[in-house]
């Protein structure tokens, strides 16, 4: 079972959000883990996005940004071919964010050529169609509806 440490919210500043209205009033989180190797690492979650860390620092990572009519991930591996279940961990903790309603548009980037990456992220989007750009992968759908 994974280990989650959420950093308290302040208690003085009255300008923080109410924790109990404000969805990512939890963030940020770290849950630690271990690989399926038996490494350990952690999933740095914020309102930003997520990361991937291991013992010899990052991972991969996953930044969200809200568009006015579209939700935007954009992924990024430090190295070429992450481990599958790394790559699970990593696109079901960022479809995890509060912005990732379902059925709103996304736009996901990912490293061209990373095959585990795109298929994970298109089994969380509806209508998903993707294309080359350069050196990315665009996948443009709607979040799916979690059954």
Excluded at 19 to 28: E, K, R, Y
Excluded at 41 to 69: C, K, W
Aim: proline fraction near 7%; charged fraction near 25%; aromatic fraction near 2%.
């Amino acid at each position: 079972m994974p280990a989650v440490v959420l950093d308290a919210p302040s208690t003085t500043d009255r300008s923080a959000l109410n924790v109990v209205a404000d969805p990512l009033a939890t963030f940020p989180r770290r849950i630690r883990e271990c690989a399926e190797d038996g490494r350990p690492l952690e999933l740095l979650t914020s309102r930003t996005g997520v990361a991937v860390v291991g013992t010899a620092g990052p991972l991969a990572e996953a930044q969200v940004a809200e568009e006015p009519d579209r939700v935007v991930v954009d992924i990024r591996a430090e190295f070429v071919g992450l481990p599958a279940d790394i790559v699970a961990r990593l696109v079901g903790q960022a479809f995890a964010h509060p912005a990732l309603r379902p059925q709103r548009s996304i736009l996901v980037t990912v490293p061209r050529g990373e095959s585990a990456v795109l298929e994970e992220v298109q089994a969380h989007l509806d209508g998903a169609r993707s294309r080359v750009a350069g050196v990315t992968c665009l996948i443009e759908g709607r979040v799916r509806t979690t059954r």
